[in-house]
């Protein structure tokens, strides 16, 4: 099935770091979101985001809309060991429509 | 305020056999949609039902097949369960007014088929 590109597979960094992830496509999404899972449960809605060039926080994290609407990144400051997990992207078409998911991004944090 | 709800959290079948997996959407929501999640990999959409009837499809066999009931809840069914069937799936609800876009996710329902 379709797929968005999502980098790094996983990233082990220290506490306090700041972390960076993106996300590519090659078709055109008029939403993106960004999600994080955590072992035995769903995915968690973290942003969303609805404008090219649109760049939202949500705490220490912080995502943008790329220009071309073909990509997004996420970052997070100053990382914390609760911050461990998955991290997904995944775009959408239209409203209401299917998300169609990127691989993830495996987070481990080093107290 | 209830999330979504699904059962059972996991389940063992055997190839060949049927699977039917249910889903309680949010308070407020009335669509549903069901993805896929294999190890290691994200969800992949298999299809989404409003007003009881399949709306979107994904890239899946007829052997899942859905369906939606009047008070907004939805069953997954498997037939002729395949090893790579075993998967995460995942059960999504939304609203479905102009402006929203509430996804919320349930736990999951991790099949097993052996």
């Known amino acids: 099935g379709q797929q968005l590109n999502q980098s790094p597979q996983s990233m082990f960094i220290q506490e306090g770091e700041d972390v960076s992830m993106n996300c590519t496509s090659s078709?055109?999404?008029?939403?993106w979101l960004w999600y994080k899972q955590d072992p035995g449960e769903g995915p968690v809605l973290l942003i969303a985001?609805?404008?090219?060039?649109e760049l939202t926080s949500n705490g220490r994290l912080t995502a943008q809309f790329g220009i071309t609407r073909k990509d997004s990144f996420l970052n997070i400051s100053a990382s914390i060991p609760s911050d461990v997990g998955i991290y997904f992207c995944?775009?959408?078409?239209?409203?209401?429509?299917?998300?169609?998911f990127g691989q993830g991004t495996e987070l481990s944090v080093k107290p | 305020d209830a999330g979504v709800t699904q059962s059972p959290t996991h389940l063992i079948k055997t190839r060949g056999q049927q699977v039917t997996l249910r889903c309680s959407p949010k308070?407020?929501?009335?669509?549903v949609s069901w993805y896929q999640q294999a190890l290691g990999q994200g969800p992949q959409f298999i299809f989404q039902y409003y007003e009881e009837e399949e709306r979107q499809r994904g890239n899946f066999p007829d052997r899942f097949s859905g369906h939606q009931f009047p008070n907004y809840s939805s069953e997954l069914n498997v037939n002729a369960l395949l090893l790579g069937d075993s998967a995460l799936y995942l059960c999504a609800s939304s609203p479905r007014r102009v402006g929203s876009y509430g996804y919320t996710f349930g736990s999951g329902t991790r099949l097993t088929v052996v």
């Open positions: 995944a775009g959408r078409y239209n409203q209401g429509g299917k998300l169609i």
């Open positions: 078709s055109i999404f008029n939403t």
């Open positions: 985001l609805y404008k090219a060039g």
């Open positions: 308070s407020g929501h009335d669509t």
